[in-house]
């Protein structure tokens, strides 16, 4: 069923962390040692282990192979079986981490329709704007808004979310009107904390010129809530997620400033995940329950 170098090899490379140190520990070379855990994985049919530059994590998988290897064949031998399975049916705990307030505003039913479409499977959710590591933390899949880093990770477009320049009916008026985009960087502006670099309204005309326009900061927020609520309040202009605005531009809560104009480059709702190759079926079958309700 399995060859005894290739479980030495999962073993110690689970026990180190790293396929160097176990390729060391079994005085083979670091490559031999990749191909056996290829092998292994192409023999089982799932993923042992998640791979980035800087360290080596086992799959949720590869922990009860781990656990169970010291065991009885015959309980090796129900474990591999009950394993190779979830590729057929959607089993074990999924792990999932999405922005927190697109998460409450539009995944939350996405989620519990999921669970219930799926009963093997142990949902667990983080709904938090914190930049995780995916790997590093555990997490099968992350929902991301935005432009996407080269992190080496596999991403799948699941939506469309613009943002939108806005400002409250009375902070456009306390400020004379705002009809020229060069007033934008004299003009208290509200921030996304998590944003990188300084902070500013990058936006492409209809002729497809892109303009960058500094922001002022008044007011700092990691939550697109917040954000709106600062905004609503003439605290400052703001730049906003279509989803947590568009309600509010659309009874005159707000207004959307320079509306000819759109944020660039464009943003995107994406599920990311660590790998195409042996995807299990809970994560693929979550991705296609994404796609069906955003896209």
Known sequence: MIFNPAVETFREVVRHGSFTAAASALGISGAAASKQIKLLEEKLGFRLFNRTTRNVQPTEAARRLDALLSENAEQLATLLAELSSEQERPTGRLRLNVPMSFGELFLRKPIAEYALAYPDVVVDVDFEDRRVHLIEEGFDLVVRIG????????????????????????FVERHGGI????????????????SDGAPSWSCQDRSGQVHSHPLRPVFYANSAGMMLEACRNGIGLAVLPSFSCQHDIDNGNILRLFPQMTTAPERGIYAIYPDRRYLPLKVRTFIELLQGALG
Request: proline share 12%.
């Open 147 to 170: 432009v996407l880093e080269d992190s080496g990770l596999i991403a799948t477009r699941v939506g469309d979310c613009p943002l939108y320049l806005c400002a409250s009916p009375q």
């Open 179 to 194: 009809t020229d985009p060069a007033q934008i960087p004299s003009l208290p502006a509200i921030i996304y904390s998590n």
